[in-house]
């Protein structure tokens, strides 16, 4: 259990980073759209508009990485532990085998379907964002 908890320590540390990275990243995006927006569209060089572009492209990118990352991580720690979990009641009861792999079954459908709602909204943030 210490070493789980050890582990998830690590991963919120990295989250935490990585968030922190993510925000940066939309800050200066932020500030470098700031002035090509405040020019009209005849003066704004093509340069400045291009560069402002490809900085707000790659703090999506991030971002959806960032999200869809952390959901793959936490999914799987998630289904690890009740696989687990499952494997040990089976051990404890063998008789309740067939309710614990129902039980197993459903709340491992529950922990991928949040997974893919990650899935889905790094592809809005790419996409539609």
């Known amino acids: 259990m210490k070493k789980i908890k050890s582990i998830a320590g690590i991963l919120a540390a990295v989250i935490v980073l990585l968030t922190g990275v993510t925000a ?3 800050l200066k995006a932020k500030a470098a759209d700031a002035p090509v927006a405040l020019q009209t569209a005849e003066a704004a060089a093509p340069a400045e508009a291009a560069a402002a572009a490809d900085n707000a492209v790659g703090t999506k990118a991030i971002a959806a990485a960032v999200a869809i990352g952390m959901a793959a991580v936490a999914g799987a720690l998630a289904m690890g532990h009740a696989i687990a979990k ?6 404890r009861q063998p008789e309740a085998a067939g309710k614990i792999q129902t039980q197993l079954m ?3 459908v529950f922990i991928e379907t949040v997974v ?3 899935l889905i909204v790094a592809i809005l943030i790419v996409f539609i964002l």
Request: charged share 5%; glycine share 20%; proline share 0%.
């Open 24 to 26: 940066a990243g939309a």
């Open 86 to 91: 499952s494997n040990e009641g089976v051990a």
């Open 106 to 108: 459903l709340g491992l």
């Open 116 to 118: 893919i709602y990650a």
